[in-house]
T-cell receptor
């Protein structure tokens, strides 16, 4: 049973437009959510996170939205840049299990110039 | 720059041999490190939690006798794949939390293991 799901394996957007990456989870115990970015043959890099007590967190071009009732979160990138092309992983954690995260399958984002 | 390093980045070994992968935290101490395995086009699968000074905690379905973990110091954890088989071929990644009780992790660059 996959507890964190990223239903879109890939997404392609034009440079300058908004990229929206989605993530759904099933475990209501999750209370901290993270997005990581990964280039080929490299380890993931932390991008942005959000606690379950918030519904939005913004950091520059990146914004994460959390809808607890729907068990859904999304990452918005605006404006998208070609350098944003990578695999984006959604991850979820439970308080008390700091550092231990459950990952989604990832979404490959391609930003076309 | 990288705050978690892994060595080697790539290794090819023969079936039946053992391979050791090192994970080091640079410029910070990590009492806990995590080992993941990634299959092609799939998610990161947590294998085990490496605890400095105590035994590792393995996830369900991960053979602890096959994947030996040693957290010898506050900056070094090692994963040894024993009696490797071709199905052990994968991308292995370690990570360490940014701090005590912190959810965000620094990841190493990964190790590509190929067992022939």
């Amino acid at each position: 049973d996959q507890q964190v799901k990223q239903n879109s394996p890939s997404l392609s957007v034009q440079e300058g437009r908004i990229s929206i990456l989605n993530c759904d989870y099933t475990n209501s115990m999750f209370d901290y959510f993270l997005w990581y970015k990964k280039y080929p043959a490299e380890g993931p890099t932390f991008l942005i996170s959000i606690s379950s007590i918030k519904d939005k967190n913004e950091d520059g071009r990146f914004t994460v939205f959390l809808n607890k009732s729907a068990k859904h979160l999304s990452l918005h990138i605006v404006p998208s840049q070609p350098g944003d092309s990578a695999v984006y992983f959604c991850a979820a954690s439970i308080i008390g299990n700091a550092g231990k995260s459950t990952f989604g399958d990832g979404t490959t984002l391609t930003v076309k110039p | 720059g990288a705050v978690v390093s892994q060595h080697p980045s790539r290794v090819i070994c023969k079936s039946g041999t053992s391979v050791k992968i090192e994970c080091r935290s640079l410029d910070f101490q990590a009492t806990t490190m995590f080992w993941y395995r990634q299959f092609p086009k799939q998610s990161l699968m947590l294998m085990a939690t490496s605890n400095e000074g105590s035994k590792a905690t393995y996830e369900q379905g991960v053979e602890k006798d096959k994947f030996l973990i040693n957290h010898a110091s506050l900056t070094l954890s090692t994963l040894t794949v024993t009696s490797a088989h071709p199905e052990d071929s994968s991308f292995y990644i370690c990570s360490a939390p940014l701090g005590q009780g912190v959810y965000e992790q620094y990841f190493g660059p990964g190790t590509r293991l190929t067992v022939t």
